[in-house]
C-alpha cells in the first residue's frame, strides 16, 4: 500500500522559477500601466519577455519547464520579437496631449 500525496506546489525545474519570475514581472507591469503610467508598464512587460527568452535560450529541453512551449528557436524568437517590439512601442509612442 502506497501513501498518496497531494500535487506538489513548487516547481519543478528552474525554468519553472523563471517563469515565475517572469510572471511577477509582467504582472508589476501591468500594475504600472493600470496606475496611468503606461510606457514604464509596457517597458516592463517587455523586459519579462526578454528575461523568458535568455532563460530559454541557455535551459535544456527538460529544465526550460513551463517555458518550453515548441522547440527552442521558435520559442527563443516569439519571445524576443514580442519583447523587443513592446520596448519600441514603450519608445516612440508620441505623448498625448491631456484634454
Known amino acids: 500500500m502506497t501513501a498518496e500525496r497531494g500535487p506538489r506546489r513548487r516547481p519543478q525545474t528552474f525554468g519553472g522559477v523563471v517563469y ?14 493600470a496606475g496611468g503610467a503606461w510606457r514604464t508598464g509596457v517597458s ?7 528575461v523568458a527568452a535568455a ?4 535551459l535544456s529541453e527538460h529544465g526550460a519547464g513551463m517555458l518550453r512551449v515548441r522547440r527552442k528557436i521558435p520559442d527563443v524568437l516569439m519571445l524576443v520579437v514580442a519583447g ?7 519608445v516612440i509612442v508620441p505623448d498625448q496631449p491631456v484634454h
Open 20 to 33: 515565475l519570475v517572469v510572471l511577477a514581472i509582467a504582472g508589476t507591469g501591468l500594475a504600472f500601466t
Open 44 to 50: 516592463w512587460v517587455g523586459a519579462g519577455l526578454l
Open 55 to 58: 532563460a530559454r535560450l541557455v
Open 84 to 90: 523587443i517590439a513592446l520596448l519600441v512601442l514603450a
